[in-house]
């Protein structure tokens, strides 16, 4: 067998261990590793400069016929990769260049010509990264529109909010956020996606018209925190009918530590403001009278799944909750 052939097989059984191993450990990560030579952090004899394929020929060559100690050594040599990685790898962690960090959408909410309502309204990705539990670590989302919602349109509310999913490894949560002129928070994790849409206009619709709504939205992933804070809200409108006592309803948003509700006709119209547990069984009430608008929030307890809102007189009304965050 010639030189080649022999480095051919070894890397041949090499790959096979590699494609039989499930674990994230074990993919392939782009390295920065030229700069790191350059700036003398990093002799060539080091593992930083090696790859999946020359990991698992020397853990064959160390540890023959036993594939759990090749795994185990494999899993190591990663480990250390990144920590040999971490002292100069900047901001950014080393998985950066595998993700998109950042990019717009333009959300079209159309009118359904055969229903007095509009189209579903999707939900679209603008950001996309993930790395190995070592990297876990501030991440800070932008949402922001690329130009300024600032037009009404039939009479629709024009409400983007963004969808951020994080976490690591075998953990995830989802949050929505206010979007309004823009909005930036930090999560920690070592893996992110963001996604933008609309509030759905439900009952605002007000026909004719083909197009309801177009809005340009971005989403944007960077690393470590903001150097400022701010109050993160999540915001939901719907109508409350006295005629046949419909009430304003709303599903309590993940994150979810209070609730303010305004009501466009405060000044003439009562309200009362169940707060239900998943059953819809009321916990408990909050009376709000004619003339006397909200001023401070009202705390969620942790049972609280769904926010009713009942309202007196003889007027229907928009009704507003502004749900305050815990992030």
């Known amino acids: 067998m010639s030189d080649f052939d022999e480095e051919a097989a070894k890397r041949s059984a090499a790959l096979a261990l590699l494609e039989d191993d499930d674990h994230a450990e074990f993919e392939h990560e782009a390295h920065e590793q030229d700069l790191a030579h350059q700036a003398g952090h990093l002799s060539q004899g080091e593992v930083f400069g090696e790859d999946d394929l020359d990991r698992a020929d020397r853990a064959q ?3 023959p016929g036993d594939s759990l100690s090749q795994k185990a050594m494999i899993r190591q040599d990663v480990w250390a ?12 962690p080393p998985s950066v260049l595998a993700g998109t960090l950042g990019g717009q959408q333009t959300i079209t909410v159309l009118q359904d010509l055969t229903l007095a309502k509009v189209q579903p309204i999707p ?17 800070t989302v932008t949402f922001a529109p690329v130009q300024q919602v600032t037009q009404q349109y039939s009479q629709m509310p024009i409400l983007p909010y963004g969808i951020v999913q994080f976490g690591t490894r075998g953990f995830s949560v989802k949050a929505e956020v206010d979007i309004a002129t823009g909005v930036q928070f930090t999560i920690n994790a070592s893996a992110v996606t963001l996604q933008v849409t609309l509030e759905d206009p439900g009952a605002f619709f007000a026909p004719p018209g083909s197009v309801v709504a177009t809005v340009i939205l971005a989403g944007m992933l960077s690393f470590y925190p903001t150097t400022h804070t701010t109050n993160l809200t999540r915001t939901k409108k719907a109508l ?9 309803t709303f599903a309590v948003p993940p994150f979810s530590r209070n609730v303010t509700i305004f009501n466009r006709n405060y000044a003439t119209v009562s309200m009362v403001i169940d707060f239900q547990d998943v059953n819809l069984n009321t916990v408990y009430s909050v009376p709000v009278a004619a003339g006397a608008p909200m001023q401070i929030p009202i705390p969620l307890s942790s049972e609280i799944s769904n926010v009713s809102v009942n309202i007196a007189g003889a007027l229907n009304s928009v009704i507003t909750a502004i749900f305050g965050l815990a992030f």
């Open 240 to 248: 409350a009918f006295t005629g046949p006592s419909v009430p304003a």
């Open 61 to 63: 060559r160390m540890a």
């Open 123 to 139: 939900q679209l990705p603008t950001a996309n990264w993930g790395g190995p539990d070592a990297e876990t670590l501030p991440v």
């Open 81 to 92: 990769d990144l920590k040999n990685i971490a002292p100069f790898a900047r901001i950014n």
